[in-house]
């Protein structure tokens, strides 16, 4: 963002303040990062209540003053709320609705939907939340066109994220809208997360955390294909390397990734492949050859299974982000939940 005032991100904390939502708004947008100049957002900390904030668990939380910081922002974000069912005071509605007349940027993380619905910021419009409240939200609220399988849902000023973790990805997605890819990545390497995501909430599985030991004989297999995406492998090289008969490698790498071999592959060239697109100008056909894809239309295929659109308007859409480009409501819905490859 060169030759502009940096902007004002200003993160909403309140008594029973959500501390990991919050925490997400604070790594991505509160921290100094002179790598990437001195145009980096600027960050403030607007009460809702009056005194000292008590966060969950008890952690106490110091804001730079009330909402009318709010009528200052570039972007709001709403890390959280108490209850799916908790009241929205009416001075933080009236805030959130100036903001929105103004075309301020105001961003939800998990049941942080429910403050922006309250405030009919979502009405009409598509909108995520968690999946545990993703029924409710439509229950109290019928005019959103709730997503509940995807992890976030940008809708021009107005911006949601699904479950905690989320968060992460629709920030990083607000960077890359200001700042470009090469901005994003560079935070996601320091939160030491991947800068794109695959998949949604339609993918959430309940499978217990893999011992260390599990983890450690897989490493360096999955090491190993990381930096041969672009050859073939078959499941029974894959079980060698490992060290493991077939039938064990099948159920031991489930139980580390929650995916097939197939599918974690699938996803690690995908991922591969969008970041060529964005840093490169490697035509699409050498890009699906680098990436395993063996040509232009498998590549294609996958990115439109996965992503709804080509490699190129992919490439169009990513790479030149440099400024905060207006972008038409409802044009984006991003990381929907894929088809299960095997």
């Known amino acids: 963002m060169p030759n502009a005032t940096p902007p004002l ?6 008594d029973g303040l959500c501390t990991f939502e919050f925490g997400v708004a ?7 990062r002179p790598e ?6 600027r960050f403030a900390v607007a009460a809702l209540d009056a005194g000292p904030l008590r966060a969950v668990g008890g ?9 009318d910081l709010l009528d200052q922002a570039d972007i709001i974000i709403i890390p959280g709320w108490r209850g799916a069912r908790e009241p929205v005071p009416g001075d933080l509605i009236a805030a959130l609705c100036r903001a929105d007349k103004r075309g301020t940027r105001i961003l939800s993380i998990c049941s942080g939907a429910f403050v922006l619905a309250a405030a009919g910021l979502l009405n009409g419009r598509r909108a995520t939340t968690h999946w545990r409240y993703a029924a409710t939200l439509g229950e109290l609220y019928p005019d959103i066109r709730v997503m509940p399988d ?10 949601t994220s699904a479950g905690s973790a989320a968060g992460i990805d629709l920030c990083l997605h607000l960077v890359r809208r200001d700042f470009g890819p090469e901005a ?6 320091r939160l030491v997360v991947q800068p794109h995501r695959e998949g949604g909430q339609a993918q959430f599985i309940e499978t217990p955390v893999p011992t260390a030991r599990e983890g450690a004989r897989l490493a360096p297999l999955l090491d190993h294909l990381r930096e041969r995406l672009s050859e073939e492998h078959s499941l029974s090289g894959m079980a060698s390397r490992a060290g493991m008969s077939l039938r064990t490698f099948l ?13 974690w592959l699938l996803t690690e060239r995908l991922s591969r492949a969008r970041d060529l697109l964005e840093t490169s100008s490697l035509p699409v056909e050498e890009v699906a050859t680098l990436t395993g894809f063996g040509s232009a239309a498998t590549l294609r295929h996958h990115f439109r299974r996965r992503l709804g659109l080509s490699p190129a ?17 409802g044009a984006v819905i991003t990381d929907r939940a894929p088809p299960h490859d095997l």
Do not use: C
């Open 9 to 14: 991100v200003v993160a909403l904390a309140y």
């Open 26 to 32: 604070v790594e991505v947008f509160g921290l100094s």
């Open 36 to 41: 990437l100049g001195p145009d980096w957002y």
């Open 59 to 67: 952690i106490r939380v110091e804001a730079d003053g009330g909402l």
């Open 150 to 159: 995807v992890l976030y849902v940008d809708e021009g000023n107005i911006l």
């Open 184 to 189: 994003a990545n560079s935070v996601a390497r």
């Open 251 to 263: 159920r031991r790498f489930q139980s580390l990734t929650g995916t097939t071999p197939g599918d």
């Open 313 to 329: 308007n992919y490439r169009e859409r990513f790479r030149h982000m440099a400024g905060p480009a207006p972008m038409k409501k």
